[in-house]
């Protein structure tokens, strides 16, 4: 069938675009900048517009039976924090809008577990769906995005994707857990992490969860996507062990010191205009600690989550490849 993938150059789209092409879709890819098309899987159909920008929309939408929605802003940290409902909420608006109007049987749309409540260190599943608003402008955003697009469904399906935090294959960002926190462990030069953890989802596997969601998720649910939940210091010992280099870091730095490094490194950023190395929402995130329950997906989709060791080792390689 003939599908479209919105967010084609980033982490999750690529990885859905890739198990697209595997699985013999014929794949469009709406694609904001020219110049990265050249990176982009082959075969794809290509339409240069902007989920901002309703206008490239229709031409983006026509002809295709299933929409991946699978961009957005994944940070926790701009200099404009109108940017995160500028792209997240009215950008997945957008998209949802052409869809329907354009007659797409389903939308595919890519959220997070940050939509989800509970208890620091608690589990939670898809019945935990928090019902106040969130604490950072990126939570936010990415609630009032699910809001949105089921709004705009009209008698098209939507079915929600929510993973973990995601790692894997590129692109590899500055401000990606790869280059911020792989990279230097591998190289000895990480001794200390934040504290906390968070659930963790290995990009081909989410890709795979992303198609099974297509086929057979039940319209208006969500899934959600993690393959294991773990902590930095484990994290980071793993990777050390499935690079066979590197040093794990010795300290978790404590809450307190992390909160005054997190507020300073961000007063910094507002003048540099660069994002900080660890910015405070991403500090809430960590603390929040929670584990995701990806019962539903694995009973409901048949997916199955990525060992944390076998992803580790494809995205080394990868890693040094880049």
């Known amino acids: 069938m003939r599908v479209l993938v919105t967010g084609a150059t980033g982490k999750v789209g690529g990885a859905v675009v890739r198990a697209a092409l595997e699985a013999g879709h014929q794949v469009r890819v709406l694609v904001r900048d020219p110049a990265r098309v050249p990176g982009l899987p082959r075969p794809v159909e290509v339409v240069v ?3 901002t920008d309703p206008a490239t929309l229709p031409a983006a939408v026509a002809g295709t039976e299933i929409v991946f929605n699978a961009m957005g802003v994944p940070e926790q940290w ?13 950008g997945s608006d957008n998209v949802a809008r052409a869809a329907a109007r354009a007659g797409v049987r389903r939308l595919v749309h890519t ?8 208890p620091p260190g608690g589990r939670f599943d898809e019945t935990a769906l928090a019902a106040a608003p969130k604490g950072t402008p990126y939570e936010r955003s990415k609630q009032r995005a699910e809001r949105a697009v089921l709004a705009a469904a009209g008698g098209m399906q939507v079915v929600i994707v929510n ?5 894997g294959f590129p692109p590899y960002g500055p401000t990606s857990m790869e280059s911020r926190m792989f990279r ?9 992490v934040p504290p906390g953890g968070f659930g963790l989802v290995f990009t081909e596997g989410l890709a ?14 969500r899934y959600i996507l993690s393959d294991a939940h773990v ?7 793993a990777v050390v062990v499935a690079g066979g280099r590197g040093r794990p870091p010795v300290v978790t730095i404590p809450a307190v010191a992390a909160s005054v490094l997190a507020a300073g490194g961000e007063a910094v950023a507002r003048l540099t205009r660069r994002p900080p190395p660890l910015a405070r929402g991403q500090l809430h995130y960590l603390r929040w600690n929670a584990i995701p329950d990806a019962t539903r997906a694995r009973t409901e989709l048949g997916w199955e989550p990525t060992p944390l060791a076998e992803g580790l080792r494809r995205t080394l390689a990868e890693l040094d490849r880049a």
């Open 78 to 90: 701009l200099p404009d924090a109108a940017e995160f409902d500028r792209v997240n909420v009215a």
């Open 163 to 167: 993973p973990a935090t995601v790692y």
């Open 231 to 237: 902590g930095l210091r484990e994290l980071t010992a």
């Open 184 to 192: 230097p462990a591998l190289r000895g030069l990480l001794p200390a």
């Open 111 to 118: 959220s997070t577990i940050d939509v989800f409540d509970a």
């Open 49 to 51: 517009g902007d989920v």
């Open 208 to 221: 795979r969860g992303h198609l099974a969601a297509a086929h057979a998720g039940r319209p208006g649910a």
